[in-house]
């Protein structure tokens, strides 16, 4: 579950010489300009504006910005000018990107790995195997005779791509006994269209 939503902090902070309209005293009224971001699992992402409210010191009295009269509009709209977004408001801009980007690095090492295996299979190298849509299994290779490699084939299939590690766990009488055979090309040609998931090679 994904957790987000909004949140404000305190950017700037500034007293206000007017008189309260609650209960009339002068220079009480504390100014406080908030900035608005959107957060995901609490860590800042990006900032949504601005916004103020105002306290008096003497009273308690609590005004937010819609309920400010054109005075207080007035030196909101300066003290807002004068107010800077903070940088970390960005800060998971910065980690997303980052994960982002480690993401796609991995997958593409992962990728030139799996060619080169291709390109060398061994014996008990296992090849998760997609099928069809929403159906995968295992080939494990048995030997490998010039270009011809010789595997044998899971008895079992998940409709789930997590479900594969359940596969693995299963016993080596899982596999069948009779071996197909395909050659490197073959292989080369199922990697690039998506066919060969992964290979795991102890």
């Known amino acids: 579950m994904i957790i987000f939503g909004s949140s404000a902090t305190i950017i700037s ?3 206000i010489l007017d008189k309260c309209t609650n209960c009339g005293t002068h220079n009480s009224i504390q100014m406080n300009i908030l900035q608005k971001y959107a957060h995901v699992f609490w860590i800042p992402v990006f900032p949504i504006g601005k916004t103020s409210v ?15 009269d054109w005075q207080l509009n007035e030196k909101y709209i300066t003290l807002k000018s004068n107010s800077r977004t903070p940088i970390w408001t960005f800060s998971g801009l ?3 990107s980052a994960l982002i980007f480690w993401f796609l690095f991995s997958l593409n090492q992962n990728k030139a790995e799996n060619a080169q295996l291709i390109l060398t299979p061994q014996k008990g190298d296992i090849y998760e195997i997609k099928i069809a849509q929403k159906q995968f299994t295992l080939f494990k290779v048995e030997h490998v005779v010039g270009d011809t490699v010789y595997f044998l084939v899971h008895q079992y299939e998940t409709d789930r791509f997590r479900g594969i590690s359940e596969l ?12 197909l055979l395909l050659i490197k090309n073959d292989l080369i040609i199922m990697l690039e269209k998506g066919e060969i998931i992964d290979i795991d090679r102890d």
């Open 13 to 15: 902070t500034e007293s």
């Open 94 to 96: 910065v980690v997303f």
């Open 54 to 68: 105002t306290e008096c010191l003497n009273c308690k009295q609590v005004l937010q910005k819609k309920e400010f």
């Open 168 to 179: 693995k766990i299963k016993e080596n009488d899982a596999y069948g006994e009779d071996l």
